[in-house]
């Protein structure tokens, strides 16, 4: 019998203590953490609101979600090629990204493990990165133009152009940090390259990858709107360049939310991949 | 060419090592001559910086010497070989992979015709011969600091090296653990019977393992100072060698050769 209540109340006690203590933390977390971001976000509609009072020209947040409210509640309506849903512009404008960025990737990457791997093509390929990555991505789209005759391909080819250089740099960065340590093993085993490739070089690269690969996203993010503007189509840069034309600043407003939020969720999906394959 | 002998298994002749830096070069060793038995346990022995790893480097091929040559077994050392195993100084695991597989990437390359089971059999052989068999598959962050190196051992002998490079294996640990581990590696050794070259700047450590204590002056331009032969018998018992008379002779014969003789100049 004694034996049972002892079994009991050790687990019994720490329990009631501990739940105390999560509600605390619960407490603390709400108001560490969730209510400075809304209050930021708050203090942006208050500013917002008061320069619109100002402005004629500009709506302020009611009408602009009274209208937000009304665009989506048909998102996804076509009315011929010039007038289609929101919700079709942000898909075309997705889909350039992820084939672009898709693109990028598959050759960013395995060009990023040759040149650090390589001493002799880190040295032969140096002066045209540092030559070409600071060229603005949208200088690219008339070559683009030039070479597809098409405005589609041409505005990949910018996202391509635009989210290739973290991947390569990044990965490159990585594949030169890898300690002298692991190589030594790596010597010691006398491994083959395959190996050295899959079992060192990749999982130690890995983390560095993935942040050229979300530096990535969020610059083929911030591209495809200026890009599309120019290109015109279905997508969201176009959108905005329609409303403006339209004169439909309510629009233009949203369509300025919707890039935001978009970007915002591209880069916690990726965040959250990098975490997955993360190691430690 | 010279024939394999016994007497010179390990080889280094009139070794000189150079090293390139951005100041110029820096002579760190010069006219190392050193031959090891087989079945040998030798320990090198000097201050810090003086070139220990630098010789056991040029052994383990993962060094060229600038001048003079190296043999193993009759043969010229020309790189990395599967008969030559090293500890290294900070255990070197691959952190994203679990202790069996640390020790399964060493035995599938030497081991290459054998067959997947054979493989396992070899790599939890190794792991159990360190007894970590219960932490085979966990991550090298996930043990404690002897364990990393008893795995570092495991990975080193389940390749069946002819001779085992050691560099300082125990030196990042506590004293207990670090006595421990001594243990375990002269039985592990008197089972195996592979020639051993050990780095290490512990007195006790040198003169409990060892067969010949080499003992290297300070560099710059380093050499082998002496070599005190330890002729104890084995096994070796740390409790009873405590108060043993030869072995306290062996021991303070070291420290005098570091502490008065090659005494490191205070930097
Ligand atoms: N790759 C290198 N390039 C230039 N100098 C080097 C290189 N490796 C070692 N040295 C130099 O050679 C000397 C010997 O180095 P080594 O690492 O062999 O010393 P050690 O005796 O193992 O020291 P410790 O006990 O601290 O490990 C040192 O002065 C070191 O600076
Ligand atoms: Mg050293």
């Excluded at chain 1, 599309?228 to 949203?254: A, P, Q, R």
């Amino acid at each position: 019998m004694t034996n049972t209540v002892n079994k009991i109340m050790p687990t019994a006690k720490p329990f009631s203590l501990s739940s105390s203590r999560s509600l605390n933390t619960q407490a603390y977390r709400f108001f560490g953490w969730v209510l400075p971001p809304i209050f930021g976000l708050f203090l942006l509609v208050v500013i917002w609101a008061l320069i619109a009072e100002h402005t004629p020209e500009l709506p302020g947040p009611i009408k602009t979600w009274v209208s937000a409210v009304e665009l989506f509640s048909d998102p996804f309506y076509d009315h011929g090629i010039n007038d289609k849903g929101v919700g079709w512009n942000i898909l075309a404008s997705l889909q350039r990204v992820g084939l672009g960025f898709g693109l990028a990737a598959l050759i960013g990457i395995p060009l990023g493990f040759i040149i650090g791997r390589f001493e002799f093509v880190a040295r032969m390929t140096a002066p045209v990165i540092s030559l070409l990555r600071p060229v603005s991505p949208l200088a690219w789209l008339p070559i683009g133009l030039l070479v597809f005759k098409a405005a589609n391909p041409a505005a990949i080819w910018v996202i391509f152009i635009s989210a290739v250089w973290p991947m390569i740099i990044n990965t490159a960065v990585g594949v030169s940090k890898v300690p002298q340590d692991y190589m030594n093993v790596a010597k010691v085993l006398n491994l083959s390259e395959w190996k050295i490739v899959t079992k060192i070089l990749f999982p130690f690269v890995l983390p560095y990858m993935m942040t050229g690969v979300r530096l990535s996203i969020g610059v083929a993010w911030l591209v495809i709107v200026a890009a599309e503007m120019l290109t015109g189509g279905v997508g969201i840069g176009f959108w905005v360049w329609d409303e403006w034309n339209n004169l439909n600043v309510e629009h233009i407003i949203i369509a300025i939310f919707i890039v935001g939020i978009v970007g915002l969720l591209l880069e916690l999906m990726l965040t959250q991949i990098a975490k997955r394959f993360s190691y430690e | 060419m010279e024939k394999a002998n016994a007497d010179k298994y390990v080889q280094l002749e009139h070794v000189d090592m150079t090293f390139n830096t951005k100041k110029g070069t820096f002579n760190a060793l010069k006219g190392i001559n050193l031959n090891i038995k087989e079945g040998e346990f030798i320990s090198i022995i000097g201050h810090s910086g003086c070139g220990k790893s630098t010789v056991l480097n040029l052994i383990a091929g993962l060094l060229q010497p600038s001048e003079g040559l190296l043999f193993c077994a009759g043969r010229e050392i020309a790189g990395p070989g599967p008969e030559r195993a090293v500890v290294f100084q900070n255990h070197s695991l691959l952190p994203w992979l679990t202790c069996f597989e640390n020790v399964y990437l060493a035995v599938e390359r030497v081991f290459s015709t054998e067959t997947k089971a054979q493989l396992e059999a070899r790599t939890h052989a190794a792991i159990e011969l360190v007894g970590l068999s219960h932490s085979s598959d966990k991550r090298p962050n996930e043990i404690s600091g002897g364990m990393k190196q008893r795995v570092g051992i495991a990975r080193a002998l389940a390749m069946e090296p002819k001779v085992l490079l050691l560099d300082e294996p125990f030196g990042a640990l506590d004293a207990l653990t670090r006595a421990n581990l001594q243990d375990e590696l002269m039985k592990i050794m008197a089972k195996s019977g592979c020639t051993a070259v050990m780095v290490t700047h512990d007195v006790d450590e040198a003169v409990l393992l060892s067969d010949r204590v080499v003992m290297m002056t300070n560099g710059p331009s380093a050499t082998i100072g002496e070599i005190l032969e330890v002729k104890l018998p084995r096994p070796r018992a740390r409790l009873a060698l405590a108060e043993d008379q030869e072995y306290n002779h062996l021991r303070s014969e070291v420290l005098r050769f570091l502490y008065e003789r090659h005494a490191k100049k205070s930097a």
